[in-house]
């Protein structure tokens, strides 16, 4: 059983910055990709960041490439998601999410195994 809890959210102004970092438990950290998700009221789920076993492939949604950024630190077994230049629309719940099957990264949500709980990320204008 692999367990993720995600930490860092609040609330913060336009322009601003957080950094959300997740948890996961489990000796095979470093042979997990993993991926962040949003979901805003009344939306579905979107793919955010991805990052490879390694960490040395990363993908992006558009609407957030050059603002945010995914690393990883598989001796800590923590992922992160570094985030910049935060708009009003990026308010959501964001979850990281463990792929156990996949080296690379991978986008659609259903490729992902294990899911944390979400943390709240408000922006306000």
């Known amino acids: 059983q692999v367990q993720l809890v995600e930490s860092g959210g609040g609330l913060v102004q336009a322009g601003g910055s957080l950094r959300l970092s997740c948890a996961v438990s489990?000796?095979?950290?470093?042979?997990?990709?993993m991926g962040w998700f949003r979901q805003a009221p009344g939306k579905e789920r979107e793919f955010v960041a991805a990052i490879s076993r390694s960490g040395t492939s990363t993908s992006y949604a558009d609407s957030v490439k050059g603002r945010f950024t995914t690393s990883r630190d598989n001796a800590k077994n923590l992922v992160y998601l570094q985030m910049n230049g935060l708009k009003t629309e990026d308010t959501a719940v964001y979850y990281c999410?463990?792929?156990?099957?996949?080296?690379?990264?991978?986008?659609?949500?259903?490729?992902?195994?294990?899911w944390g709980q979400g943390t709240q990320v408000t922006v306000s204008s």
């Open positions: 489990g000796r095979t950290f470093s042979s997990y990709a």
């Open positions: 999410a463990a792929d156990l099957r996949r080296s690379q990264v991978t986008t659609p949500r259903s490729d992902y195994d294990y």
